[in-house]
């Protein structure tokens, strides 16, 4: 025990902070830590282009715009990759655009993590232009508008059909039931056959499509040949009179007068 008046110096070890003796060779350890990386709620503003139908779900993505939340202030991101799909192929305004498999991408992609790698937008999917042409064609009269043939390829042509898609059936009518013919009597091919209502195809819906109709202007009606029978007892002339002809079967119920020598 010390006398009264006398100090003395007691000596503590240094501890680090494990508590064990600080030295200099503990100091020259290296000491490691973990920065782990920051996470990336979602991306928004991924957008799709408006596509003509062409039979298939596939959307193009523009990624430019993207806005990756919670990225901190002057990190550079991008969308490395995506792909998106229509709710379905067919034309109509406004679809959903489903996004997946989004990955990321520039500069700073190893700081973070992606939290959902899905999205969504909406585009529109716009109809296909369709042109059904009428095709030329000849008839002989029969006092209606109806045509020889309202088959694919003889009576009208279609272009601007998806993969196997197909009509089933087009309305073809001349405009007018009568033959057509000049000042001198001679039969012409300026008759008219309009196409009208198609009808779709098997798996084919019209909406898909934007339909043009091309008429013939070029057809042509034949007139009907009416024969004439009769007997007369020889008059040493060639005159015939109009009483002594029959007229032989007439269109529907039309009717022919015969008059005079």
């Known amino acids: 025990t010390p006398s009264s008046g006398c100090s003395r110096t007691s000596r503590w070890p240094l501890l680090n902070s494990t508590s064990m003796p600080w030295s200099s060779e503990s100091a020259s350890r290296p000491r490691t830590a973990t920065i782990t990386r920051a996470a990336i709620s979602s991306v928004s503003g991924i957008t799709a282009t408006n596509k003509t139908y062409d039979g298939n779900d596939t959307a193009t993505l523009v990624t430019s715009g993207a806005t990756f939340n919670d990225m901190f202030s002057g990190d550079v991101l991008n969308v490395a990759?995506?792909?998106?799909?229509?709710?379905?192929?067919?034309?109509?305004?406004?679809?959903?655009?489903?996004?997946?498999?989004?990955?990321?991408?520039?500069?700073?992609?190893?700081?973070?993590?992606?939290?959902?790698?899905?999205?969504?937008?909406?585009?529109?999917?716009?109809?296909?232009?369709?042109?059904?042409?009428?095709?030329?064609?000849?008839?002989?009269?029969?006092?209606?508008?109806?045509?020889?043939s309202s088959a694919l390829n003889v009576g009208y042509s279609v272009s601007g059909l998806v993969g196997s898609e197909s009509l089933s059936g087009v309305t073809l009518a001349y405009t007018n039931a009568n033959v057509s013919r000049n000042g001198g009597g001679a039969v012409l091919s300026d008759k008219t056959i309009a196409a009208s209502t198609a009808v779709a195809g098997a798996s084919t819906q019209l909406s898909d499509y934007a339909i043009s109709y091309v008429n013939n202007t070029a057809s042509t009606i034949t007139p009907y040949v009416v024969s004439l029978t009769g007997t007369r007892v020889y008059d040493a002339t060639t005159d015939v009179a109009a009483s002594k002809l029959v007229i032989g079967t007439l269109v529907g119920s039309e009717t022919l007068t015969l008059t005079g020598v």
């Open 81 to 148: 990759t995506s792909s998106g799909v229509f709710s379905d192929a067919r034309a109509a305004v406004g679809k959903t655009v489903s996004i997946s498999g989004i990955t990321l991408g520039g500069a700073d992609a190893g700081n973070y993590t992606l939290t959902t790698s899905t999205a969504s937008t909406t585009a529109t999917i716009d109809p296909k232009a369709l042109t059904v042409t009428a095709l030329s064609q000849t008839k002989v009269y029969d006092s209606n508008t109806s045509v020889a």
